[in-house]
């Protein structure tokens, strides 16, 4: 069997001299164009292609065929399994036949009488979105064996216990929040949950919170009609009306200020809102799960986060435990991010020795999995073999032993989990030169967050 060749056309028409026609302009452009005088011969030619394993890469038909018209025709090719785009021809003036075939699934449509170049156009355009297409849906399936429950990367009972929570929940509409430090992985658990829900193939749209200014968070969620404030020339929808359907991910929750807070309740309970500048309420169906890096029980004692808020969050709480308290999954981490990158390197690394699991199991990752997924990638790079050893692997900061301390196994010997903390935030500090927004980015924390556990520790502004 010969390889299949990618630029095979089918056309369909029973008017010789347009086959004529076609052909030589066809193959003049670089395609293969196999002819048919009928619907039903064509429907053969396709079986025959498929069969061979040379597909056609698009079928161009007339409308107005002998037996089996046209429509007829096209439903049959819709029928098929990964079918073909068809572009349908169609005499001037039965437009509306034409928008009839549109409704059956044609890609597009020629009236005729076109021009070769109006045609070429037509077909270069049609063969890229039906490109384009494919790569979604191969994307789409990869991105859904990526975050399958069962692939997920944990051994720590503890985290097993939280992926079958996941995996329960993922089929109701719960809002769910996700806690945990920085980098833990809570990204990758709420993509989880959306890909093995029945939500799926509608819009995931993850909102980090932080990272919209405070005059502009309600514009972006809600959407804004035109001239609603300076620079409105036009309507927008805002991320709950473009997830609709689907899944919105709020990512760092906490910093969500106090007056959008009050319009996100009204989302969650009624699912309902009206846009900046505008009186029309729009009613969505969106699935909530929320994330935060901050103890949001402690932001509602300080009266940063309402209190109804958060129990309307709070309806399947999971906290992921940061990667320094589940270290036996270092070593499959580590594997399984060598063969997500072993394409960028050419495959040339396969695999990481025993020295090196050992140095990433003494580090202290106050970037958890993050962190771990960065030094995988960037210690492929370096490495001068095919396995990573461990000179191989450049670490962020200092490696520091673990040490057997009241059973914990990875705390500093005589130091508690508090103090351990506090020398880091101090440690943090000291290399920003004091500046709280620095300090709070090599800490993976918002500044409101430092700013709070500074508070804790008894030092002011």
Not at 81 to 91: G, S
Request: with cysteine.
């Amino acid at each position: 069997m010969k390889p299949p060749d990618r630029k095979r056309i089918l056309v369909v028409d029973d008017e010789s001299k347009m086959l004529r026609v076609l052909e030589l302009q066809l193959q003049t452009a670089g395609f293969q164009m196999t002819k048919a005088e009928s619907a039903e011969v064509g429907l053969k030619l396709l079986d025959s292609a498929d069969s061979d394993g040379q597909p056609f890469v698009l079928v161009l038909t007339d409308l107005r065929l002998p037996g089996m018209d046209g429509l007829a025709f096209l439903k049959h090719v819709r029928k098929r399994d990964a079918p073909p785009p068809v572009i349908v021809m169609t005499a001037f003036g039965t437009v509306e036949t034409a928008v009839e075939a549109m409704k059956s699934g044609a890609s597009d449509y020629l009236l005729k009488p076109f021009s070769l170049e109006d045609m070429m156009i037509t077909i270069e355009k049609v063969l890229e979105l039906h490109a384009l297409r494919q790569e979604n849906r191969q994307l789409k399936v990869e991105l859904t064996r990526r975050y399958d429950f069962g692939k997920i990367i944990g051994r720590n009972e503890r985290m097993r216990e939280i992926f079958e929570t996941a995996e329960r929940v993922a089929a109701t509409r719960a809002t769910v929040l996700l806690g945990g430090e920085s980098g833990v992985g809570k990204g990758m658990l709420a993509r989880a949950i959306h890909l093995s829900s029945p939500r799926k193939d509608a819009p995931f749209v993850k909102i980090t919170c932080s990272a919209i200014p405070e005059n502009l968070m309600e514009a972006e969620l809600f959407g804004y009609e035109k001239g609603a404030f300076t620079g409105a020339i036009r309507s927008h929808a805002g991320k709950f009306e473009q997830a609709d359907g689907g899944t919105v991910f709020l990512d760092e929750i906490g910093d969500v200020p106090p007056q959008v807070q009050v319009k996100l309740l009204r989302v969650l309970q009624e699912r309902e809102f009206e846009r900046l500048g505008g009186t029309k309420t729009t009613q969505v169906d969106v699935r909530i799960i929320a994330a935060t890096n901050q103890d949001l029980r402690a932001a509602l004692e300080q009266g940063a986060f309402r209190e109804d808020l958060y129990y309307r969050l709070n309806v399947v709480p999971l906290n992921l435990p940061p990667l320094r308290e589940r270290r036996e999954d270092i070593p499959a981490l580590a594997q399984h991010f060598l063969e997500r990158f072993a394409a960028d390197t050419g495959d040339r690394v396969r695999g990481i020795s025993q020295a090196a699991l050992d140095k990433l199991r003494a580090y202290h990752w106050p970037g958890n999995v993050r962190e771990l997924e960065n030094i995988i990638q960037r210690s492929m790079v370096l490495a001068q073999g095919e396995i990573i050893d461990d000179d191989d692997i450049r670490l962020d900061g200092v490696t520091r032993p673990p040490a057997a301390v009241n059973g914990s196994g990875f705390l500093p010997d005589g130091m508690t989990l508090d103090e351990y903390e506090q020398e880091i935030i101090r440690e943090a500090m000291r290399r920003a030169d004091n500046n709280k927004s620095q300090a709070a980015r090599l800490l993976g924390l918002t500044r409101n967050a430092l700013r709070y556990r500074l508070s804790q520790m008894g030092i002011d502004e």
